[in-house]
């Protein structure tokens, strides 16, 4: 009987030998944290759009987000990931005379969810100690390549910043149901986002996993700050709408000093049309994020005893 008992054993610690070696935690879930910045119509540099260098550092706003994350295999995991972000800039930021004269602002405060890919590059790890959660976990260093598809609810504002007969109140109006450029219809507030990005983790022992990661986003609007056509006629236009659409005056320019930030009339609406924004190319925006996340064991509890007694044995 000793025997037979024995051999049991030894057919049990074999079984959860091959369970730890052939199964992999596939869960974790976790949160994450950083700044964000866009290009778009407003701020920028001399050449807007150039690049993702041209973005302001000093209006970088704050992210924060959660996700769950699925590993495959090796290579491949997916990723459900909500993330609420806010973008900001003013005119009075930038490099450009032009833009500095035109005089607008935006900050617009968004909530993106979806769905992202990611693809290992390198991952350099122990694996001795892959399934072992009442040890130190799984230690590693893995890079990676993502990008996906997210939804986002967006909600651009702004504030009058000239307003010389003290008519408006100093806070931030929603800008979509203004239809500034004079839109037949408000743009849409739930818009499509393709993130591209890259990062780095680290696994810290225990189930921890720290990480930091970069992506940019390319989005199918160009309304993220409410900018993109002409100035439209103030006929179409309320009152409000009209006093946030333009807000270029003598004084900004005069402070600029520059003869290439043109003149008030060149920052308004115009019989011949004049341009407010760029409508050949949409917004963009992008984070750097640190991440932390907890390795989930998935394994039933007679997986569990299995690999108490391997690990005894």
Request: net charge negative; glycine share 10%; with cysteine.
């Amino acid at each position: 009987m000793q025997i037979v008992k024995n051999s049991l054993l030894v057919i049990l610690v074999m079984f959860a030998a091959l369970q730890c070696t052939a199964q992999q935690t596939p869960l974790s879930a976790g949160f994450n944290f950083g700044g964000a910045n866009y290009l778009g119509e407003i701020g920028g540099k001399y050449e807007p759009r150039a690049s993702v260098l041209d973005a302001d550092v000093l209006s970088t706003s704050p992210v924060i987000g959660g996700f769950l994350r699925y590993a495959a295999n090796e290579r491949v995991r997916l990723s459900g990931e909500v993330n609420y972000l806010k973008i900001k800039q003013s005119d009075s930021n930038a490099e450009d005379p032009a833009r500095r004269a035109r005089n607008l602002n935006f900050r617009n405060r968004m909530v993106e969810f979806g769905f992202r890919v990611d693809l290992t590059v390198f991952n350099i790890a122990d694996r001795s100690t892959n399934r072992n959660f009442t040890k130190p976990g799984k230690l590693f260093v893995k890079g990676y390549v993502f990008t996906g598809a997210y939804g986002v609810l967006h909600n651009p504002q702004a504030q009058i910043t000239h307003d010389p007969n003290n008519e408006w109140e100093d806070r931030w109006y929603d800008l979509r149901a203004l239809r500034t450029e004079g839109q037949v219809e408000e743009y849409a507030s739930l818009i499509a986002a393709i993130p591209v990005g890259l990062g780095i983790e680290f696994g810290l022992g225990y189930g921890w996993v720290m990480g930091i990661e970069g992506s940019w986003r390319s989005t199918f609007t160009d309304y993220l700050d409410d900018i993109s056509g002409m100035y439209a006629s103030p006929d179409v236009l309320t009152p409000l709408g009209e006093a946030i659409s333009s807000q270029s005056n003598e004084a900004v320019i005069a402070a600029i000093g520059d003869p290439s930030s043109g003149n008030v009339g060149n920052h308004q609406f115009s019989e011949g049309g004049t341009y407010r924004g760029n409508p050949q190319t949409n917004d963009s925006y992008g984070t750097i994020q640190v991440t932390f996340a907890r390795i989930i064991d998935t394994r039933t509890t007679f997986e569990r005893a299995l690999d108490h007694i391997s690990r005894r044995r």
